[in-house]
Every structure is written in C-alpha cells, then in structure tokens.
C-alpha cells in the first residue's frame, strides 16, 4: 500500500485506543483522529474529483460522516478501511457529486487534447515547472473520463494500490466484481493513454511540450496547483523513468507519479464544531 496520509505514521493499535476514546466522548481523541485521516480522505478526494476546491469541500464532509458514523465503527476491519468505505460511498453516491460530474469522456477528452497543439513534434518547453503541473493535472483528468464505479475501482487498485480484497470490502462489492470493474477501467485508461501521451509513447500525437501553449492560453492550467515539489516526481525523471517501462507499464507510472496530497485544512477541531453545534 502506499504512504497516502498521515495516518500512516499511526499504528492500527494507536488508532483503535483514539476511536474508542472518541467513542466514550472523548474530544481530544476524536480531534486527534480526524487529523489522523484527514489526508488520506483528502487524497483520495482529489484523484476522484480532480479540482482541489471539490476535494476539500468532499473532504469535510466526509470527515462530518465519519464523525457521526462512529459510534457504528465495531473493528470488524481496519479503521482505515472503514474511513475508505465512508468516503468511496459519499464520492459515489452523493448528489452533490454527481451534480458536479462534467460527463467528460475519451472522446471529448482527445478533442480537447489535440486542440492547439504546437506544429512542431520536436517541441521544447523550457518551463519544466509548468510542464510538470500539466503532466498531473492531465493524468488526474483523464480519470474523469471514467464512470464514477469504475474510477473508485482504478484509484483504489491502481492509484492506492489497495489489494482485491479490501478494494471490494471498501465499495461492498464482491472481489469478483472488484476484479471486473478494475480491468475494464484499467483498459479504457491504458488504450487512451497509449494512443494519445507523448510521456507513454513517443509516437502519440500529444505532448506536453506541445500541448503546454494551448493549456496556457485556455485556462487548462495556471498556477501550479497539483505539482509543489515536494514528493512529486519532475517532468523529466518522469519521462525517462516511462520510456524505460515496458508499454503497459507506463499508465500506471504516470498515473501514480503524483504527490501524496495532504489536507490544505486542519479538521480537527472544525468537524467537532460542525457537529456539536446546539
């Protein structure tokens, strides 16, 4: 599993003597506890709804169920797993994400990207910063292109590198239907990629060079918002470490060189709040 939040620095031990604090009304535990979790339920927001403002928006109200929710929690399986299971209910079901849903496919997706790219294939860009921000920001957008099932399905077996098992356990589905669901929307995901980025094949249309002017000029990108430095990888190991893979590697490299997003809010004491307003 990947290092996704800063609940991993918390044993499972740690967390369990918190939950049953926080379940006794203990406050300072269940402060400690929404801190614990609050980056993974922020990650896992973000590669889900992509625009940072959704995420932390999600995340908050993931963060107001858990905390309500808890006094269900009995340890059947991990805290973790059941804070996965709370936020992939919400950011499958909830109207308003579904509201929010742009109904982008891979069709529409390789219009956009192929429109206004530089004539030039051999194209440089010197900006590798910006580069880099539109390396992410492409890799994270084109799982928009995904039903909803389905790319909760990639990011937990791909993305998170959850195993079948509690991948399904999270979604309450069987691990046959996990296995299912995981294959198609890998396929769907590899076939665009591999026909259509440059960092996956150097003989796809598209590039980030050539596409960078293009995203600049419509508002695709701004200010770096997905690439800080940091634990994400640069544009240029990126593109060596890709072309080094074998083909159907490559997807999964790109999709998993991004940072480990962490939460741009501290939750603690702001759900307690929420929750306990009279």
């Known amino acids: ?39 993974s339920v922020y990650h896992l927001s973000i590669r889900m709804l992509v625009r940072p403002e959704d995420a932390e928006d999600a995340t908050q109200e993931i963060l107001i169920l858990v905390t309500t929710k808890l006094s269900s929690f009995e340890a059947r399986s991990s805290f973790r797993t059941w804070v996965y299971r709370v936020a992939m209910s919400y950011l499958i079901s909830s109207k308003k994400v579904l509201s929010r849903e742009m109904g982008l496919t891979f069709a529409n997706y390789k219009d956009d990207l192929l429109d206004g790219l530089v004539d030039d294939r051999a194209a440089k860009a010197d900006d590798l910063v910006m580069m880099n921000e539109l390396r992410v920001a492409c890799t994270m957008a084109m799982l928009l292109c995904l039903d909803l099932k389905h790319r909760a399905a990639y990011v937990l077996g791909k993305v998170l ?16 239907n996990f296995r299912q669901r995981l294959s198609r929307a890998s ?11 440059g960092l996956a094949n150097p003989d796809a249309p598209c590039s980030c060079p050539r596409r960078l002017p293009a995203a600049l000029s419509l508002g695709r990108i701004g200010r ?14 990126v593109q060596q470490e890709a072309h080094s893979l074998i083909r159907n590697l490559r997807t999964l490299k790109l999709q998993q060189a991004t940072q480990s997003f962490t939460s741009p809010r501290d939750f603690g004491n702001t759900i307690y709040q929420l929750v306990n307003r009279t």
């Open 224 to 237: 770096p918002v997905f690439y800080s430095g940091g634990n994400t990888p640069d544009y240029l190991t």
């Open 187 to 197: 396929k769907k995901v590899q076939d665009f990629t591999t026909q259509y980025c």
């Open 161 to 176: 590198e959850l195993s079948h098992e509690e991948s399904a356990e999270i979604l309450d589905i069987t691990s046959d």
């Open 1 to 39: 599993m990947r290092d996704d939040g800063n609940e991993r620095t918390i044993s499972d031990a740690d967390l369990n003597t918190l939950v049953a604090m926080a379940q006794e009304g203990n406050r300072d535990s269940l402060t400690a506890l929404i801190r614990a979790v609050q980056d």
